[in-house]
C-alpha cells in the first residue's frame, strides 16, 4: 500500500484538492476501462466538495455519462431523510449534473430490515461489477472521511463489522446511536484502487494524531484498518485537523 498526506490550508482548498484528485481518477479510470466506478463518503466534509464538483470551475473536466456512483455507507433511514447520504449527494452532485439513475447505486436504506438491505446492496454491487462470492469488486476510487472517534463509513469502534474478511455489505446496530448503519466492509474498501480520505477541522486533530502517529489500533481506531492491498491511500487534511502531527 501507498499512501501519501497533503495539508490544505482550509477547507476551500481542501475541497478543490479534492476535486482535482477525483478529475484524475475519473480520467484514468476511463481511459483504462470506460467507465469511472466511484464510491461516495457522507457525512458533511463531502458537500463542497460534490458541489465544487458540479461547478462551472470543475464540471467540464469529468466525462460524467461514464461515471457510476456508489456509497460507502447509509444511515437506515430513507432516502428523502434529512440525514440521508443519498440526499445530501443528490441535491450537491447527482441531480444538478443530471447523473443518470442507472449510474447512480443507491443503498436501499428505507428497508426495515436493515440486513436487508446490505444484503440487497451487496447483490446490486456484484451485479455491477459482473462477479460472484468470493470475488471482491474493485473500486476506482473510494472517498471517506474519519469521525472524531475514529470511525470511517459505518465502521466503528468495537464494531464485529471490522473483523468480517468475506462479504461486502453489514448492518452493524451502532449503540451509541441507536440505530442501524448499512456499510461496506473492510474487505470492500481495502480492494480499492485509490482511497481518499477527507478530514478537516480542529476536532480531529487528536484521533489524526493517534491514527498516524499511534499504534496500531484498528479496533479502537477502525480508519487504521484502511490499507488497500494494492492500492493507494491519499490523506487530504486541512491545518486545522493537521495542528496535533
Ligand atoms: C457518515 C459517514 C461518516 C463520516 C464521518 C465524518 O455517514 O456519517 O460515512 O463516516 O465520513 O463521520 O463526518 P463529517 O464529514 O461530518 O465530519
Not at 490544505?8 to 479510470?29: I, K, Q, T, W
Not at 455519462?65 to 445530501?88: I, L
Not at 480508519?223 to 494494492?230: D, G, K, S, T, V
Not at 491511500?233 to 485537523?241: G, I, K, M, P
Request: net charge negative; hydrophobic share 45%.
Amino acid at each position: 500500500m501507498a499512501r501519501s498526506f497533503l495539508i490544505h490550508s482550509d477547507p476551500e482548498a481542501l475541497a478543490e484538492g479534492a476535486a482535482n484528485h477525483v478529475v484524475r481518477a475519473a480520467g484514468g479510470a476511463i481511459e483504462d476501462h470506460g467507465c469511472f466506478r466511484w464510491v461516495l463518503a457522507g457525512g458533511k466534509t463531502p458537500r463542497h466538495l460534490y458541489t465544487l464538483l458540479a461547478s462551472a470551475a470543475f464540471r467540464s473536466r469529468i466525462a460524467w455519462e461514464h461515471v457510476h456512483v456508489f456509497w460507502g455507507d447509509e444511515r437506515h433511514v430513507p432516502p428523502d431523510h434529512p440525514d440521508s447520504n443519498y440526499r445530501m449527494a443528490r441535491e450537491t452532485l447527482l441531480a444538478p449534473l443530471a447523473i443518470p439513475d442507472h449510474h447512480v447505486y443507491r443503498i436501499p436504506a428505507e428497508l426495515p430490515d436493515a440486513q436487508a438491505a446490505a444484503d440487497q446492496y451487496e447483490a446490486t454491487i456484484r451485479e455491477a461489477f459482473g462477479l460472484s462470492p468470493p470475488a471482491i469488486p474493485c473500486f476506482d476510487l473510494v472517498l471517506l472521511g474519519m469521525g472524531q472517534d475514529g470511525h470511517t463509513a459505518s465502521l466503528f469502534p468495537g464494531s464485529p463489522a471490522l473483523q468480517e474478511t468475506r462479504r461486502l455489505v453489514l448492518a452493524p446496530w451502532v449503540e451509541h446511536l441507536r440505530a442501524y448503519r448499512i456499510t461496506l466492509t473492510p474487505p470492500a474498501f481495502n480492494h480499492a484502487k485509490h482511497i481518499l480520505f477527507l478530514v478537516a477541522g480542529a476536532d480531529k486533530a487528536l484521533t489524526l494524531q493517534a491514527v498516524f502517529n499511534g499504534p496500531y489500533r484498528p479496533d479502537r481506531f477502525p480508519c487504521q484498518l484502511i490499507r488497500p492491498l494494492n492500492g493507494q491511500v491519499t490523506w487530504l487534511v486541512d491545518q486545522a485537523a493537521a495542528s496535533c502531527l
